[in-house]
């Protein structure tokens, strides 16, 4: 692994490693979470900065933390993760009809895409 990656891969990993433990999660709880597509050692590889992560496994493990998204995982998005009244809010937006997104948009004064836009 070259110099400068070999920093980038131990970031990752300590960020990875900080996300699960945060939830108080095993290794062996984060791989299950995965359906087991990801083993425990493999994880464990990753958290060290042995191994790097790559797209499909920063997808597969952002999914099951649910709070991050594999971009924030690879360093590439700074925004935190959703703490659970934000992801609960996501949530309840998401199960809402359009008609009732844009009611709640509207409360918070945030303006649709096409007026973003204009």
């Known amino acids: 692994?070259?110099?400068?990656?070999?920093?980038?891969t131990r970031r990752i990993g300590s960020r990875l490693r900080a996300e699960r433990q945060r939830r108080g999660w095993s290794?062996?709880?984060l791989s299950a979470r995965t359906t087991d597509q990801l083993s425990k050692s493999r994880i464990s590889n990753y958290e060290q900065g042995i191994r790097r992560m790559g797209l499909e496994a920063a997808h597969q493990i952002a999914a099951a933390l649910e709070t991050v998204s594999p971009a924030w995982l690879l360093l590439l998005?700074?925004?935190?993760?959703?703490?659970?009244?934000?992801?609960?809010l996501v949530e309840g937006f998401r199960a809402l009809d359009k008609s009732g997104q844009r009611q709640l948009l509207d409360m918070a004064k945030v303006p649709s895409s096409?007026?973003?836009?204009t």
């Open 27 to 29: 290794l062996s709880e």
């Open 114 to 117: 096409d007026e973003s836009s």
């Open 77 to 88: 998005d700074e925004y935190n993760p959703l703490s659970d009244d934000e992801l609960r």
């Open 1 to 8: 692994m070259e110099p400068e990656f070999a920093s980038l």
